[in-house]
Nanobody, 123 residues
Framework: QVQLVESGGGLVQAGGSLRLSCAAS????????MGWFRQAPGKEREFVAA????????YYADSVKGRFTISRDNAENTGYLQMNSLKPEDTAVYYC????????????????WGQGTQVTVST
């Protein structure tokens, strides 16, 4: 059974940092690209960042470029999202997802999803 489990969310002041983790099990993690998405209250889920299976290629939404860094450790079956210079508009539930299809930006191209972790950025 495939599981993706996010952790590391919490409450942080604007300008602060958080590091999210996504622990994968039940799949050959190194075969899968990984993405992070987020959903704010009353809004649709949106793409945040993606990383290729090897970690060599990354892609970011314009809203987080230069502030967030996606990475992975295939030996540990874990993906990460380092979030710096956080803003109140970054407040959302953050989800990690895995796919065999390149490293896409669209939700429907992802095969597996975690349950999400809440990130709240206060002013």
């Amino acid at each position: 059974q495939v599981q993706l489990v996010e952790s590391g969310g919490g409450l942080v002041q604007a300008g602060g940092s958080l590091r999210l983790s996504c622990a994968a099990s039940g799949l050959t993690f190194s075969n899968y690209a990984m993405g992070w998405f987020r959903q704010a209250p009353g809004k649709e889920r949106e793409f945040v960042a993606a990383i290729s299976w090897s970690g060599e290629s990354t892609y970011y939404a314009d809203s987080v470029k230069g502030r967030f860094t996606i990475s992975r450790d295939n030996a540990e079956n874990t993906g990460y999202l380092q979030m710096n210079s956080l803003k109140p508009e970054d407040t959302a539930v953050y989800y990690c997802a895995a796919t065999l299809s390149g490293f896409p930006r669209r939700e429907h191209e992802y095969d597996y999803w975690g349950q999400g972790t809440q990130v709240t950025v206060s002013t």
